[in-house]
């Protein structure tokens, strides 16, 4: 069984995916994948660095992840060009992930991606748990995780699909509003039922 674990960014989905692990779940996370796509040598970062040029490649011709963040969420037309480079390789990888997972003895697979519906990620799971919390505390714990601008998450967050709307798709639901204590808990209940609803 592949389920689906989604949430906007800095909502908890690799800490919450840890301690699925911790309980024996396998997982593959879309964010990762979508750094493998774009080493060098692949074809889509030749694709982004003939758009941008040397602005977006650092001395050792690695992307310079900085520089394409602040292109991408400032124009959404960039970021819509990003996205049709990028989605379809992710997607490819993903499938690859995805089948040697269900080859481990694991249970249950989740696949961690922010962008599940965003991107049709979610054709992929066949149930989906979303990592839930009220958006003035994604955006602090956000800013205290990574060095970035309060307008710079304000403006990747208005790039993702609303709480609201999230929440929408009638998923599975982590509140990680609390301590970690109360995120484990959760965890725990859904890891019992993932086992006994799993072939
Ligand atoms: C723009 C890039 C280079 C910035 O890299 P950086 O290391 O700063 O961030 P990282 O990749 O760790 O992403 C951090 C978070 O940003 C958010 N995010 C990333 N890309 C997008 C996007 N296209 N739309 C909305 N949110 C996004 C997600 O919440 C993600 O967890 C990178 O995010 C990227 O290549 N994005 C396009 C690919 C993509 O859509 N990835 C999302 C998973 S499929
Ligand atoms: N229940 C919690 N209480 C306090 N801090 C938390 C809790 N859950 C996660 N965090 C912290 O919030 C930050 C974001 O969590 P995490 O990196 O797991 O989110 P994410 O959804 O994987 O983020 P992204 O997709 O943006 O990489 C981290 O610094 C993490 O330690």
Request: glycine share 6%; net charge negative.
């Amino acid at each position: 069984m592949i389920i689906g674990l989604t949430g906007g960014i800095g909502s908890g989905k690799s800490t919450v995916a840890r301690a699925f692990a911790a309980l024996g779940a396998a997982w593959v996370d879309a964010d990762d994948v979508a750094r493998e796509i774009v080493a060098p040598g692949e074809p889509a970062l030749e694709a982004i660095s003939r758009r941008y040029g040397k602005a977006v490649l650092q001395q050792d011709g690695t992307l310079n992840r900085a520089a394409l963040r602040e292109i991408i969420f400032a124009t959404p037309t960039e970021r819509e060009w990003l996205e049709s480079v990028t989605h379809p390789r992710v997607r490819e990888r993903l499938l690859t992930h995805l089948e040697r997972l269900q080859a481990t003895p694991a249970a249950y697979v989740l696949l961690v991606s922010p962008l599940l519906f965003e991107s049709g990620q979610d054709a992929l799971v066949e149930r989906c748990l979303v990592v839930d919390l009220p958006e003035a505390l994604q955006r602090e714990r956000t800013l205290a995780r990574d060095n970035v601008s309060r307008d710079q998450v304000n403006a990747i967050l208005a790039a993702q699909l609303s709480r609201e709307k999230r929440l929408s798709h009638g998923c599975d639901v982590i509140d990680n509003s609390g301590d970690a204590a109360f995120m484990r808990q959760q965890v725990s209940a859904l890891d019992a039922r993932y086992r006994a609803l799993a072939p």
